[in-house]
């Protein structure tokens, strides 16, 4: 199983499961016959950019919470996520379109909206594709031509 297809199952589990630790992750991925370690689990959480957070009862479980803009993202970590998941950027007058794998959009929206890239109004995602609004101070083209760059395309 690739590294996208992995992530994006332990997004879906993250979504239907009440996940306290790692072990458990990996346990839930061992029950569907995908094979990964603590590190590589732990390593993929902070790709999909998991946190812990408290739920009702007090329990912390990992989760992929809406992020406020003063929540910024480190810089490598948008790379990582575009250089792992971008397959295409295009671009129309102030939209740039980015594809990802089948379930990967909105991955790659939240660590752009966490990011601060300068000219990125917002971001709509859905499930294999992103658009983003330029702000007004930049264009598409050089909007897309910035995060084919970070996505080594």
Excluded: C, F
């Excluded at 790709?47 to 329990?59: E, F, H, L, N, Y």
């Excluded at 594709?129 to 995060?147: C, H, N, R």
Aim: charged share 20%; glycine share 8%; aromatic share 2%.
């Amino acid at each position: 199983m690739s590294k996208t297809s992995r992530q994006h199952r332990i997004v879906q589990l993250l979504g239907d499961v009440a996940v306290t630790s790692q072990t458990q992750l990996v346990e839930l991925l061992q029950a569907e016959n995908i094979e990964a370690t603590q590190a590589t689990v732990s390593r993929d959480l902070e790709d999909i950019g998991a946190i812990k957070v408290r739920i009702p009862g007090g329990d912390l479980v990992y989760g992929l919470p809406e992020h406020t803009n003063e929540h910024v993202a480190p810089p490598d970590h948008l790379r990582r996520v575009l250089t792992d998941w971008v397959a295409e950027v295009a671009y129309s007058h102030n939209i740039v379109i980015v594809r990802t794998p089948p379930g990967s959009a909105h991955v790659v929206a939240s660590a752009l909206d966490r990011s601060g890239v300068d000219g990125v109004l917002g971001t709509v995602a859905g499930d294999d594709s992103i658009m983003i609004v330029a702000s007004e101070d930049t264009t598409g083209k050089d909007l897309a031509a910035q995060l084919s760059d970070l996505a080594g395309i």
